[in-house]
């Protein structure tokens, strides 16, 4: 490939998630709660919102935005889904992401960190903050007012007796005094068949999260639909199939990241697959159409036990992942870190053939990597020691490395989010404090 070259970089105090591009704008969210809007050839602002801006609302820090019929849509830390002009940011219309919840013992603090899905006239939200306690759940709503459609809770309602769980088919083994528990969070956006009208989705772990807090009487049941992938009917929120990674988890093994859907062969025979990297360092490749296992593959250090575990809860797949059809392979990158995330911290990419479950090639990464996207037999990704990296789709060769110095750290990461990759263009971002998004272009066309 020809080497890239900065095109510019637009400080904004730090950018956890991936650019949104189109229409030449760059939409990101920043972690001073505010959305920006960005020239795609300049990376000038053309417009910005956030505290005390023309809607009034608190912005989440985590929460990416969807541009849908000439809108942007996105979530706020005071549980608002809030629809904006994506030309001006002048507001639509926000509606509460919480009202009539049911059976959640525990509040439901610091709004939530999945993004968006529009989906015929619907936007499609999963609810984060869950760790605390609180019941998980998916909302739809009309694309065109915020008015509620319907909602699908992942665990049951709280407190979780004998008869209030016939759904989730009595996995929480709980007796009539009750269980004050809750979890199931849906941490990122849904994905989408929209042939058969159907979302794929993952949920996190049961909570409270901490081992020596009773999750139910019986620890070795499943507490259905905590750390899995479920499959919904996207008009109605009905449940379809659902497949669980880790049963009865005491280890934070969220399935965190989003799922993916695409086409492959397997045996011969063309399939649509779910794909699924889960914190429990595990690889999952599911069926579409019933969610059997067709293969797991095991992602980096598996080892240990207590704070020397491998993977702990913030290890395994805790980056988003990309599936590229040209090389029918799929890039996921494994944190290993223990039970402390003591040094030395490090990361593995790896390359899996989609229609084996093997692995092709792995890549060491010093520090905990950024996400992977693919596009012309290049792989794109984030080290963790200030790094820009491209690679050979096929090899996982190192052909291109850009340094920088401005993003700084937020904790043990600095670039998290995988770069979007438009118009010959690759739009990254910093998730430190000084950081923001930056911008390359081929240095030959």
């Not at 972690?31 to 608190?58: F, S, V």
């Not at 049911?102 to 989906?119: D, E, I």
């Not at 490749?285 to 095991?298: P, R």
Request: glycine residues 12%; charged residues 15%.
């Amino acid at each position: 490939m020809g080497s890239l070259k900065l095109s510019w970089f637009t400080q904004l105090g730090g950018v956890a998630g991936t650019p949104v591009v189109t229409n030449g704008i760059v939409y990101v969210t920043a972690l001073n709660h505010t959305i920006y809007a960005l020239n795609e050839t300049t990376g000038k602002i053309i417009w910005a919102d956030g505290p005390r801006k023309q809607t009034g609302l608190r912005y989440s820090v985590n929460v990416d935005v969807t541009i849908d019929q000439g809108n942007l849509i996105t979530a706020t830390t005071k549980n608002q889904l809030v629809s904006l002009d994506a030309r001006t940011g002048k507001k639509n219309w926000n509606a509460s992401l919480i009202r009539d919840i049911v059976g959640s013992c525990y509040a439901y603090n610091g709004g939530p960190q999945a993004t968006p899905l529009v989906y015929n006239g619907e936007v499609i939200f999963g609810m984060s903050p869950a760790d605390n306690g609180a019941r998980g759940f998916v909302r739809a709503y009309d694309e065109s007012n915020g008015a509620l459609l319907w909602t699908f809770y992942t665990v049951p309602p709280c407190p979780i007796t004998s008869s209030n769980q016939a759904f989730y088919q009595k996995s929480w083994g709980t007796d009539d005094s009750g269980c004050s528990c809750g979890g199931g969070a849906v941490w990122n956006l849904p994905a989408l068949d929209p042939k058969r009208g159907i979302i794929y989705f993952g949920t996190g772990n049961p909570s409270p999260p901490s081992a020596n807090k009773v999750f139910s009487p019986n620890p070795t049941l499943a507490d259905l639909y905590t750390d899995s992938v479920i499959a919904l009917n996207a008009t109605d929120g009905n449940l379809i199939w659902y497949f669980q990674e880790t049963l009865g988890d005491r280890h934070d093994y969220d399935q965190g990241m989003p799922v993916q859907v695409f086409t492959t062969t397997i045996n011969g025979v063309e399939t649509e697959v779910v794909g699924a990297g889960s914190k429990n360092g595990y690889y999952y490749e599911l069926d579409a159409a019933d969610g059997s296992l067709i293969h797991k593959t095991s992602l980096g250090i598996h080892a240990g036990s207590g704070k020397g575990l491998y993977p702990n809860g913030f290890g395994g797949v805790n980056s988003l992942y990309s599936y590229d059809p040209i090389t029918n392979m799929i890039y996921v990158t494994a944190y290993n870190v223990d039970f402390k995330i003591s040094a030395p911290i490090n990361s593995t990419l790896y390359a899996i053939n989609a229609s084996t479950g093997q692995t092709v090639w792995s890549s060491f990464i010093l520090g905990l990597g950024g996400g992977a996207s693919s596009t012309n037999n290049l792989v794109f990704v984030a080290d963790g020691t200030q790094h820009f990296l491209a690679l050979d789709a096929q090899t996982g060769q190192i052909l291109w490395k850009f340094a920088d110095t401005s993003g700084g750290y937020r904790g043990a990461l600095w670039s998290w989010g995988p770069a979007s990759i438009v118009d010959g263009e690759v739009f990254e971002t910093m998730i430190g404090p000084t950081g923001g998004v930056i911008a390359f272009l081929p240095s030959t066309v």
